[in-house]
């Protein structure tokens, strides 16, 4: 009899259990879609590199990456996490990656993996910097602390230049060669997804997007003129 009640007591507390995982497992989804950049107008102008010694601009494809983004962050989205790092390298007299996303409190490390030596600076509001002049294989560093977008240059390579885009949160994406991103992790909810690129002249723009509480993913494109 006590045997019996023993094994009662021990199913009951596994079926407890369970039901607590259950509880506690966090529904979340995937947000993914493409943006289709077409830049009209005439070509950008482009230095004469042959007279100026310079090497060329990286493709327009590079400069058609865009970053997706949540305009408003989910609850929890601002928990502390560990200090991020990222890189934007000096190569070939050029930025890269030419479109950074990172999140506030990232330290960005501007190695020099050229043959010549750089400056790299900004004067955006969102970040103020000068990093001075510093040769072939040196590198320095900077910490991003508050959201925005920053514009960032080179002081002695005038067609040098690139963009870091600082988020208060870690719901953002940037697109691949072919215009394809992904969100990740989203719990369920009702957002305003947007996105960044540089050719955007205004409001950017923006979609409606809603997660339902059995999560699953959503597709969600951009189109861009």
């Not at 007279?51 to 990456?65: N, Q, T, V, Y």
């Not at 190695?111 to 040769?135: C, E, I, M, Q, W």
């Amino acid at each position: 009899m006590r045997r019996a009640y023993a094994s009662i007591v021990v199913l009951l507390l596994l079926i407890a259990s369970a039901a607590d995982a259950q509880r506690g497992r966090q529904v979340t989804a995937t947000i993914r879609g493409r943006v289709d950049v077409r830049v009209g107008g005439p070509p950008e102008p482009r230095p004469d590199v042959a007279a100026l010694g310079m090497h060329p601009l990286p493709d327009r494809g590079d400069r058609r990456r865009s970053v997706v983004y949540l305009e408003t962050a989910p609850r929890g989205a601002f928990d502390p996490n560990e200090e991020p790092r990222a890189r934007m390298l000096q190569r070939n007299e050029n930025f890269v990656p030419h479109v950074l996303p990172i999140v506030v409190g990232t330290v960005v490390d501007f190695p020099n993996d050229d043959s010549t030596y750089h400056n790299v600076f900004s004067l955006s509001k969102a970040k103020t910097f000068n990093l001075g002049r510093y040769a072939a294989g040196r590198s320095k560093a900077v910490i991003f602390d508050q959201p925005g977008i920053v514009r960032v240059f080179c002081d002695i390579h005038s067609h040098m230049n690139a963009f870091i885009i600082v988020f208060a949160h870690r719901y953002f994406a940037l697109t691949d060669e072919d215009g394809r991103y992904r969100l990740t992790s989203v719990p369920p909810g009702s957002y305003t997804l947007t996105m960044w690129n540089e050719t955007i002249k205004g409001d950017a723009p923006r979609r409606a997007v809603t997660i339902g509480a059995e999560g699953g993913d959503v597709d969600a494109d951009f189109t861009v003129r």
